[in-house]
Every structure is written in structure tokens, then in C-alpha cells.
């Protein structure tokens, strides 16, 4: 396993050359991954003042120490010189992330570029040297509502609800070759939209724009179509439209909408060149109507087809002209019109179809919109169950006849929660189908209406998600454990769709902020989140009631919950800017977390000084949801008030701790006392010195008081010493706990370093436990631990084990307000674990950790990011000096420095802070039992 000396000294002496000789070859370092408000290139921000963030990256991997010592950041308009809008002059700062542009005012619709350049150091030379950026851009959107000069448009009457909109015009040649500029479209709808112009897609994203809650905000989205556009000739511009999430109940508005869909769009080619929607922009028909029973799909007409219908060939003399419309207002509300500045929804990856069986009936009732009744029904299976859509090619049928497509998650039933599309065929009797404006969690297919069978072939599932790439990664020798990981992935991804991660996607579709809270540290380390995160937790601001309270899903408002899933305005924020540096969201949400707290103040009863129900109904003050021993859902029970009220300080804790980040002082100092005047309240109520024990002894009534920092520190053994006794011995290795007490759980031991109890209930395969779910065929995770028939088969319930994995057994940890913002410790207390392997983006980019122990000793390899530092934690039974780096002795190895040891879970640790670079420690300590 070892290297020789002779290799090592080798390796040792070229690191420590590369990093000089580097100097005079080249550049040792490139400034790349240029990003404004977290997206690269965006179009159409509206943050008056936007930030900057990039990464720096070594030439050579050889390269250890890369430091930057300054930065400078030149922002310009198109034509103008470098800097014209702003020049930040050479900065002596190491920050490369959240920097905020502070230049002359940007202005709506504007382009603008910047460059970076960066001077930094590495190690083995005492001179600096410089490296500038390639070009990046962004676009300003509509900063001020008065900045639209277009209309509303839509159609009032009932014959298609998906109609198309088109404006045809000319474009000079003139106009187009003397725009500085690219020619954008935008484009906001109440509904969804898709553009195309001259009969091409604008975007290949889906389902736009994010979801919003539409009495606050109507979103818009910024198309660059300069090259579809064809100057000195005829062009048209179309818009599909479709009611999209408008006809979702809580997004009536007052007075109600005119029209649903509405669309309004501009399109600027130059300083003065405009397509912007009015009266004249005609509107017709499309082939497609929204089915509205339940989340019913698309209904699909191919007889009314217009061939190239967004394009200069068609005639539109007999179109209608479009009804101009507004948004509704009243005197004391208006509602904004913003942009949509996160990643679309896409097609991320295709699902293929594993069986189709036909099945003879006698008779089937007839179904809504048309459908012929059948004696002969095709089911289509899918390899899994996925969010998304599906399509089925080479359909053939009578002419005019209509085949339905019903959707399900479970085998014998053909249609659950009215998800459902339908095919109309034209005068050919062929054709094919994909979805379009709503999206299904789909496993069954079940058709009627078709003369032949589909084959396996024909049909492709098409997953969904408006995450970005994974930027996280993890695997280990255990293999149960490896698929518990990537049963979280595709879990998460498919309840991301949209602009907001739902509990399930077909039953409620909803925003929950409890199933939100048990996955973003997952989604922090796995994906780049924080444009969405952003958007997200803008929307619980969005929906905030006069009186202060958050409602427990947004911006879909309706379902229940409690202090736990409100919470999330506090929670989401802290954690974001723990990863990411972001003060922004600290300071834009803050407003909404002191109301919030304000009114829990409001119902903090006198005599014992704690949170009580508000409302008698069990939705407004849940306790740990969904057990193995059921839920905690009587309001008035001890067990929901120790649990809210638990959950109450922890977000006290952190809304004076943000406080303090933001500079309101006093504020920290009033939330500071009365978190620790709840403690004592709750220690009074519920604890027992002598035993540790609260309440009585269930898993989650150890674990909330621990996790949220109500025990105290001289009982803090006893108490996690009844949650061991619990987990191993009372549940016999398996967890007792739902939807928040799972992620607490993990959350608190992973942090207290005892992943050999993580280890324990996520090792499990026999009821209750996740590896059971894998037993029973999963491949997501379902709504409740007893996976019986009828449960949601895709759920955010259960993803609280997700932040374990990359943070706890890879062992990398991201904290931007510790001391070490990056700290790894290769989870080697996690049961039989004897390899594991890693990434995640740790501030300043990617950070790898690859672990593994034999009988001969202990090897980890680690990368840390240009421009970053990290805590390393390395297992050695004799401290440092039995820690050695690339065949080194650790403490004369360049870029590491002896910081002294520690002892986790009964392991001894010699600790390290460690430059950025590539490592290769070895020590001889030996797992136990190996």
C-alpha cells in the first residue's frame, strides 16, 4: 500500500518544484467558473446589485498553497472600454465568492461583461503572479414594473386553454447589424410558456417559468434569440401559453384573473428595435387543452395541428386578435412582476420501458374528454418510477379516434390523483405523443383507444428535474450503504421540479418546508443550489400571513405542519450561507424570521413559558411525523409540545446568531436570552437531571432536545447515552424516528462523531429501515416506514440519512462560519466502512476525500480547492508524528501544519491544516477488527 521512501522523497521533491518552476513555464493558475448571482451567463437578473463569485484553479495538480492574494473586477457595457461601469481597483482580499458589484447604476435590459484578474501565491516561491479570466456576461431584466411598454394578452374564450400567440413583423438588416447588443426576448406568464421564433424553441428548458406564488409574483424568463432571428426578412414570434400551476386553488388572486393563461413579452433588438404583445398579436387554438381533474396532463388534438404555426408561412388573416388583459390589483396590493433567476426545469435523463402486457376486457366505462371506450387495455411498465413525462411513438388508430394514457405508481391501479393525458388522432390514423405542459410520477401506463400495442421500444419516460448537474459524489466498499446514497439522489431529484421540492409529485405537489428541512444539506453538497435556495425561501416570505405566521408549503400555501416546517425561513437561509458565504439570504429573509418568531412569542404561554397550539386542528402543531410507532399529531400531548418547543429554541438559536452576522445587536442579545430562557423552561417541563431521559425514552425525544441544543452540557452524556441505548439495544440497531427526527438524528450525531450509531440504523435491511425499502424494490424513498400498498412511492419524508454520506463517511464538511470552514475526517467509526470515496464543492470549488483502511494501516487521499484551507483530521494511534504525506513525515510536508490531536469517538486523531493541493496521508493506525 505504501510507496517506497525512495518514491516518496521523489514525489515530495516534485511537488515543491512544480509549484516554483510553474512560475517561469506558464501560468501556475487559471480564474475560472465565473458566475453572477450563481449562474453562468445569466440573462435577465434583477438584483440591482448583483455578486460575483469564480474559482482558481492550479495548471499543474502538483501545485499545493494556491492563495490568492488580491483581486480586481472590471464590469463593462458592450463598446464600452474594460471597467466602464466598474472598476473595483486591486482589492487585497482572499474573498473570491459573494462579491458585490458596486459600480454606476445598472440599467433594466442591460448587457453587461466582466472579467477577473487574481494574483496569488503557492507554495516553494516568494514571488506572486497574475492571471485574468476569460469574458463573462449577465443581463439586467425589467428593474422597475414601469419598465414593460407590452400588455397582457390573452384568449377569454373556452375553446383551447393552451392557445398559441403570434406576432409576425420585419426586421430591418440595419437594426440588426448595428446592435451592440444580442437580441432578447422577455417573457412572463401567468401559466406556462414555451417561445419560438421563425418555428423554433427559444430554450430547451420545460415547463416556464418556476412556479410562484401567483398573488405575490408573476415570474419571467430572458431568451437570447439572436440566432433565429432573420434579418431584412419576414420573422414571427410565438407563445404557446398553458394554465400551468394558475389553476391550483391557492393561486386565486383578487379580484380573480382576467385570463389564464396570460402572457406578456418583448422582444429588443438594438436601442430600439421592439416586438412587445398587444391587441394586434393574433391567437388561435393549439392542438393541446389542460385535463383539470386532479393533476390531469394534456389533452392532445393532432386534427387541429397549424404545421410551422410560429412562422412567417403560416397565414394568419382569419386568427383572432388577442384580448388585452392585467394583472389584477386593488388599493393595497399589486402584484410583482419578477425574474425567474434560477436553473429551468430540463430533461435531465430518459427511462426505458420494461414490459407491456394486454389485457381483454368485457367492458369500460367511458371516460371524460371524448374518450371511446375499449375492450382491450395495453400496460406499459417502467424500469422505475421517475417525475417527468413519457412518450410514445409510432401510435396508430382509427381517424379521429382518441387514445387515453392513464398514469399510476402502483401495479393493478390505472390512474391515481387524475394524472392522465389523452391522443387525438387526425385523418391519417398516426401519429405519436409527448407530454408537454404538466408533468406525472410515472411507473404504469395504462392505454386505451389504441389498435395495436405499443412495443417496448416505442416508449421512452423522460425524468424531469430543475436542479443542475451533481456537483457531489460519494461510494464505499458497503454496497447496502452506496445504494442508500443513490436512492437519495434520484429521491431528491425527482421532487425538485419546478422551482421548489415537493412532498410527493402527484398526490399534494407541494412545497413543504419540513421536507425541505430534511434534504438541503443533501442538496448542498450534491447540487449547485443556491440561485434555487434563493428563489425558494423568497417564496415563503412571499406567502407570510399579516400576523406573522409562515404557512407550511410555498408558494402552494395549503398543508399541514407545524413550528417545524415554518421553521424553514430560518433554517434554509443559515444553512445556505454556511455553504456558499451568503449574507444576502440571511439578510433578506430576516425580516420574515422575526415576524415569525414574534408570533410564537405571541402564543408562549405565561405559566410555563412554552410554545402552545394556536388552532386545535392537528395541522398547525405536528410533532415528529410518520414514525415506526406513528405520528406525533395530538397537539395538546407532551410529546408535540417538548417537540416544538425544541424546535422553537433551535431556531431562536440561529435567528440571533444571524442577528449578530447582520449587526443588529440588541436583537442577538434578546434572542440569545430567550433561547436560553426556553431551555430552562423546557428542562423544567420535560427533563430529568438524574436520568438524562425526556419525556420518556423514544428515540426522538432524546434526539430533539440533544440536536437543538435544549440539554444540558453536564447531562449531554447521560441523555446520548439513552439515544444509544434506544437505537442499539431497545430498536435493535433500527431507528424510531420520522420526518424530522430522522435528520436530527443524523444531523446531531454525525456532528458529535458517533457515525458508528449512523452507521447502525443505516446498515439495517428488516423493518423499520431504509435498506428494508431497497428489500421491498424501492428505488426512491416512500411516505411511510411500513411500505404498504397505497403509501407515496416517491416522498420527501425520509431524505434526512442524505447529509451523512458525502459529509459523514467521505467526510467532508462545510461550515463557512467555523474557524475551518472545510474540515474532513474520513468516517472510519462507520461500521465495516473500509473505503470511501467523495466530493462536493466546498466554497471555493471542489474538495475530494478517498479513504482506506487495511490490516496494514490507514491511507487518505484529499484535494482541496485553489484558494482554500481546510481541517484534516487523520487517525493515528502515536499523534502527528505518526502521520506521514506523501512518504514524509505530515509535519515537514509542504502546505501541512501540525495543529495537535484529538480524540472522537474513541479514536485518536492528529490534526492538520492543510493548503490547498492534492494529498496522499498514511498512517499506521489500524481499524479494529480488520
Known amino acids: 500500500m505504501f510507496a517506497t521512501m525512495r518514491d516518496c522523497l521523489v514525489l515530495t521533491l516534485f511537488t515543491t518544484m512544480a509549484s516554483a518552476e510553474r512560475l517561469t513555464d506558464g501560468p501556475v493558475f487559471e480564474v475560472a467558473d465565473l458566475r453572477t448571482e450563481y449562474l453562468v451567463n445569466p440573462l435577465g437578473i434583477d438584483k440591482q446589485r448583483p455578486r460575483f463569485m469564480y474559482e482558481i484553479k492550479p495548471v499543474e495538480e502538483a501545485t499545493r498553497g494556491l492563495t490568492q492574494q488580491s483581486y480586481r473586477i472590471m464590469v463593462s457595457k458592450s463598446g464600452t472600454p474594460a471597467g466602464s461601469m466598474w472598476d473595483s481597483g486591486t482589492i487585497t482580499s482572499s474573498k473570491s465568492m459573494q462579491i458585490q458589484y458596486n459600480g454606476t447604476s445598472l440599467e433594466s435590459g442591460g448587457v453587461y461583461h466582466w472579467t477577473v484578474s487574481v494574483t496569488a501565491t503557492v507554495l516553494g516561491s516568494d514571488s506572486s503572479t497574475t492571471s485574468v479570466s476569460d469574458r463573462a456576461m449577465f443581463t439586467m431584466g425589467m428593474l422597475h414594473q414601469s419598465d414593460w411598454t407590452g400588455a397582457f394578452i390573452g384568449l377569454p374564450r373556452a375553446d383551447s386553454n393552451c392557445p398559441w400567440f403570434r406576432q409576425s413583423f420585419v426586421l430591418p438588416s440595419d437594426v440588426?447589424?448595428?446592435?451592440?447588443?444580442?437580441?432578447?426576448?422577455?417573457?412572463?406568464?401567468?401559466?406556462?410558456?414555451?417561445?419560438?421564433?421563425?418555428?423554433?424553441?427559444?430554450?430547451?428548458?420545460?415547463?416556464?417559468?418556476?412556479?410562484?406564488?401567483?398573488?405575490?409574483?408573476?415570474?419571467?424568463?430572458?431568451?437570447?434569440?439572436?440566432?433565429?432571428?432573420?434579418?431584412?426578412a419576414p420573422n414571427t414570434?410565438?407563445?404557446?401559453?398553458?394554465?400551468?400551476?394558475?389553476?391550483?386553488?391557492?393561486?386565486?388572486?383578487?379580484?380573480?384573473?382576467?385570463?389564464?393563461?396570460?402572457?406578456?413579452?418583448?422582444?429588443?433588438?438594438?436601442?430600439?428595435f421592439r416586438v412587445v404583445t398587444d391587441a394586434t398579436w393574433k391567437v388561435h387554438a393549439s392542438t393541446t387543452t389542460h385535463i383539470s381533474s386532479g393533476f390531469g396532463g394534456d389533452a392532445v388534438d393532432a386534427s387541429k395541428d397549424i404545421p410551422g404555426w410560429s412562422t412567417p408561412a403560416v397565414d394568419d388573416s382569419t386568427w383572432a386578435n388577442a384580448t388585452v388583459g392585467a394583472l389584477p390589483s386593488n388599493s393595497t396590493h399589486h402584484i410583482i412582476i419578477a425574474a425567474d433567476s434560477m436553473e429551468g426545469t430540463r430533461k435531465h435523463s430518459t427511462v426505458a420501458a420494461l414490459k407491456v402486457s394486454t389485457t381483454h376486457i368485457s367492458a369500460r366505462t367511458t371516460a371524460p374528454h371524448g374518450v371511446a371506450t375499449s375492450a382491450t387495455?395495453?400496460?406499459?411498465?417502467?424500469?422505475?418510477?421517475?417525475?417527468?413525462?413519457?412518450?410514445?411513438?409510432?401510435?396508430?388508430?382509427?381517424?379521429?379516434?382518441?387514445?387515453?394514457?392513464?398514469?399510476?405508481?402502483?401495479?393493478?391501479?390505472?390512474?391515481?390523483?387524475?394524472?392522465?393525458?389523452?391522443?387525438?388522432?387526425?385523418?391519417?390514423?398516426?401519429?405519436?405523443?409527448?407530454?408537454?405542459?404538466?408533468?406525472?410520477?410515472?411507473?404504469?401506463?395504462?392505454?386505451?383507444?389504441?389498435?395495436?400495442?405499443?412495443?417496448?421500444a416505442d416508449v421512452t419516460g423522460i425524468r424531469l428535474t430543475s436542479l443542475g448537474n451533481r456537483t457531489g459524489d460519494f461510494s464505499c466498499s458497503n454496497q447496502l450503504i452506496t445504494a442508500l446514497y443513490t436512492?437519495?439522489?434520484?429521491?431528491?431529484?425527482?421532487?425538485?421540479?419546478?422551482?421548489?421540492?415537493?412532498?410527493?409529485?402527484?398526490?399534494?405537489?407541494?412545497?413543504?418546508?419540513?421536507?425541505?428541512?430534511?434534504?438541503?444539506?443533501?442538496?448542498?453538497?450534491?447540487?449547485?443550489?443556491?440561485?434555487?435556495?434563493?428563489?425558494?425561501?423568497?417564496?415563503?416570505?412571499d406567502i407570510q400571513a399579516p400576523d406573522g405566521w409562515v404557512p407550511h408549503t410555498a408558494p402552494t400555501v395549503s398543508g399541514g405542519g407545524g413550528p417545524a416546517w415554518s421553521g424553514y425561513v430560518m433554517t434554509n437561509p443559515w444553512q445556505t450561507y454556511n455553504t456558499y458565504g451568503d449574507v444576502d439570504i440571511l439578510a433578506d429573509m430576516y425580516p420574515t424570521m422575526t415576524r415569525l418568531l414574534d408570533f410564537y412569542r405571541q402564543h408562549t404561554h405565561a405559566d410555563d413559558g412554552l410554545l402552545h397550539a394556536w388552532d386545535a386542528s392537528q395541522w398547525f402543531f405536528l410533532g415528529d411525523w410518520i414514525t415506526p410507532h406513528g405520528s406525533e399529531s395530538n397537539v395538546s400531548s407532551p410529546e408535540n409540545i417538548l417537540f416544538n418547543n425544541c424546535y422553537l429554541h433551535y431556531i431562536t438559536v440561529l435567528t440571533g446568531k444571524i442577528s449578530t452576522i447582520l449587526g443588529e445587536e440588541a436583537a442577538a442579545a434578546k434572542y440569545g436570552a430567550d433561547a436560553q430562557k426556553l431551555a430552562t423552561d423546557i428542562n423544567a417541563a420535560f427533563g430529568n437531571?438524574?436520568?438524562?431521559?425526556?419525556?420518556?425514552?423514544?428515540?426522538?425525544?432524546?434526539?430533539?432536545?440533544?440536536?437543538?441544543?435544549?440539554?444540558?452540557?453536564?447531562?449531554?452524556?447521560?441523555?446520548?447515552?439513552?439515544?444509544?441505548?434506544?437505537?442499539?439495544v431497545v430498536n435493535t440497531g433500527h431507528l424510531d424516528t420520522g420526518l424530522t427526527g430522522t435528520y436530527f438524528m443524523t444531523k446531531y450525531l454525525m456532528e458529535a462523531g458517533r457515525n458508528d450509531l449512523v452507521f447502525t440504523y443505516a446498515n439495517q435491511t428488516t423493518f423499520p429501515s431504509y435498506g428494508y425499502f431497497l428489500t421491498q424494490g424501492y428505488t426512491t424513498w416512500p411516505e411511510s416506514w411500513q411500505a404498504g400498498h397505497g403509501v407515496s412511492k416517491m416522498h420527501g419524508c425520509y431524505n434526512g440519512i442524505g447529509l451523512w454520506f458525502v459529509e459523514g463517511v467521505a467526510g467532508i464538511r462545510v461550515h463557512y462560519s467555523d474557524e475551518f470552514?472545510?474540515?474532513?475526517?474520513?468516517?472510519?467509526?462507520?461500521?465495516?466502512?473500509?473505503?470511501?470515496?467523495?466530493?462536493r464543492t466546498a466554497l471555493h470549488g471542489r474538495a475530494q476525500s478517498s479513504w482506506t483502511c487495511t490490516s496494514s494501516g490507514f491511507a487518505h487521499n484529499i484535494s482541496i480547492p485553489g484558494n482554500g484551507l481546510a481541517k484534516v483530521l487523520i487517525p493515528s494511534s502515536s499523534g502527528p508524528t505518526g502521520v506521514r504525506e506523501g512518504g514524509v513525515p505530515a509535519a515537514s510536508a509542504p502546505g501541512v501544519v501540525v495543529l495537535g490531536t484529538q480524540t472522537i469517538n474513541k479514536i485518536p486523531y492528529a490534526a492538520f491544516k492543510v493548503a490547498s493541493g492534492a494529498y496522499h496521508f498514511t498512517s499506521n493506525w489500524i481499524k479494529p477488527h480488520m
Not at 474540515?823 to 466530493?839: C, E, K, L, N, S
Open 176 to 232: 440588426m447589424a448595428a446592435a451592440a447588443d444580442p437580441a432578447l426576448a422577455y417573457v412572463t406568464s401567468v401559466g406556462y410558456h414555451e417561445l419560438y421564433i421563425n418555428g423554433q424553441k427559444a430554450s430547451e428548458d420545460v415547463l416556464l417559468p418556476s412556479i410562484s406564488h401567483i398573488p405575490s409574483r408573476v415570474l419571467y424568463r430572458v431568451y437570447n434569440v439572436t440566432a433565429l432571428l432573420r434579418p431584412g
Open 237 to 272: 414570434m410565438g407563445i404557446w401559453a398553458a394554465p400551468g400551476w394558475d389553476t391550483y386553488g391557492d393561486m386565486a388572486t383578487t379580484p380573480p384573473l382576467p385570463m389564464v393563461p396570460l402572457v406578456l413579452a418583448e422582444l429588443h433588438v438594438g436601442a430600439t
Open 377 to 456: 387495455t395495453h400496460v406499459v411498465e417502467m424500469a422505475e418510477v421517475f417525475t417527468g413525462w413519457f412518450r410514445i411513438i409510432n401510435l396508430k388508430g382509427a381517424p379521429g379516434s382518441t387514445v387515453k394514457f392513464e398514469i399510476s405508481t402502483t401495479a393493478g391501479t390505472p390512474m391515481e390523483y387524475g394524472m392522465q393525458d389523452t391522443y387525438t388522432f387526425d385523418h391519417t390514423g398516426a401519429g405519436q405523443f409527448e407530454m408537454r405542459f404538466q408533468y406525472h410520477e410515472i411507473q404504469f401506463i395504462t392505454i386505451t383507444g389504441l389498435a395495436t400495442a405499443p412495443s417496448v
Open 487 to 541: 436512492t437519495t439522489v434520484n429521491n431528491y431529484r425527482g421532487l425538485t421540479t419546478g422551482g421548489m421540492t415537493v412532498d410527493c409529485p402527484h398526490r399534494e405537489r407541494r412545497g413543504y418546508g419540513g421536507d425541505g428541512h430534511t434534504s438541503y444539506q443533501f442538496a448542498l453538497a450534491n447540487y449547485p443550489v443556491g440561485a434555487y435556495f434563493n428563489k425558494w425561501t423568497r417564496d415563503f416570505a
Open 689 to 728: 437531571r438524574s436520568s438524562g431521559v425526556y419525556l420518556d425514552t423514544l428515540q426522538s425525544h432524546a434526539v430533539m432536545p440533544l440536536a437543538t441544543g435544549v440539554v444540558p452540557s453536564d447531562i449531554t452524556e447521560k441523555t446520548l447515552s439513552n439515544l444509544d441505548n434506544q437505537i442499539t
Open 821 to 839: 470552514p472545510v474540515t474532513i475526517r474520513a468516517g472510519v467509526d462507520a461500521g465495516d466502512i473500509t473505503h470511501a470515496t467523495g466530493h
